[in-house]
């Protein structure tokens, strides 16, 4: 695990309270058709789904509270707490574990779904092809995987963007032509550092050119541009 990944981390630990308060601990309108939709490919309970990267557990619940065989794994242990407390007070079995999507401590072909919701946003372009890899050794033959994250290409994460560049061109210790090289390369990657936390924003052509490389079947995708990219995969 490299400093960034740690740094990203210790954040997540720092406001894991803050963040199953406000709006980021619930569902929206968007986010309900999305867990319905899984759930209509996957099939009826019971059915075995991993939740990868689950934060505070709001997606955990959601399909514990359905019946399904719920595990959710997460790197920070401030978030994994939230959700076994929220699953707890709820009276849910959900299966919780400190573990990194890019290793997986399960067997191959064991899940029915995988779900990932706005964590593998985190992990660099490299490393989003290892998760993946995971994520299909994970399923079972005509296994769902939904992969959500924040889109690139949307205005709101391009602003965000050169916000985080130009805070960067301002950092003292950095030559001024690294900083100006550096924009091709932040550019690849997406990245951003916002909020202590690091972002490595993809577009929806990267994410389905390492989907159909890892072997999987696009299903459906939404636009090009949307705010947050959602994608529905199958393991074939």
């Given at each position: 695990m490299?400093?960034?990944?740690?740094?990203?981390i210790e954040r997540y630990n720092?406001?894991?309270?803050?963040?199953?308060?406000?709006?980021?601990?619930?569902?929206?309108?968007?986010?309900?058709?999305?867990?319905?939709?899984?759930?209509?490919?996957?099939?009826?309970?019971?059915?075995?789904?991993?939740?990868?990267?689950?934060?505070?557990?709001?997606?955990?619940?959601y399909f514990a509270s359905h019946g399904y065989d719920v595990y959710g794994i997460d790197l920070s242990q401030g978030m994994l707490k939230k959700a076994f407390e929220k699953s707890k007070s709820k009276n849910l079995k959900v299966n919780l574990s400190l573990d990194d999507m890019r290793s997986l401590n399960f067997q191959n072909?064991?899940?029915?779904?995988?779900?990932?919701?706005?964590?593998?946003?985190h992990l660099s372009p490299?490393?989003?092809?290892?998760?993946?890899?995971?994520?299909?050794?994970?399923?079972?033959q005509g296994g769902i995987l939904h992969i959500g994250a924040q889109n690139?290409?949307?205005?709101?994460?391009?602003?965000?963007f050169f916000q985080s560049y130009v805070s960067y061109l301002k950092d003292s210790k950095v030559n001024f032509?690294?900083?100006i090289k550096s924009l091709k390369e932040r550019l690849r990657m997406g990245y951003a550092f916002l909020?202590?936390?690091?972002w490595f924003y993809p577009t929806k052509y990267n994410l389905?050119?390492?989907?159909?490389r890892e072997g999987f079947f696009i299903l459906e995708t939404n636009h090009l541009f949307s705010r947050r990219l959602s994608i529905y995969a199958q393991k074939k």
């Open positions: 490299n400093e960034m990944e740690k740094e990203t720092e406001i894991a309270e803050e963040y199953d308060r406000d709006w980021r601990g619930k569902h929206d309108k968007t986010q309900l058709e999305h867990l319905k939709k899984f759930e209509e490919m996957i099939g009826p309970s019971p059915k075995k789904i991993l939740d990868a990267g689950c934060g505070t557990g709001k997606d955990c619940i072909n064991c899940f029915d779904g995988v779900w990932t919701a706005a964590a593998i946003v490299k490393e989003k092809q290892k998760a993946i890899r995971k994520f299909y050794r994970a399923l079972k690139f290409l949307s205005i709101k994460h391009l602003i965000r032509l690294i900083k909020d202590s936390r690091h389905l050119k390492t989907l159909k």
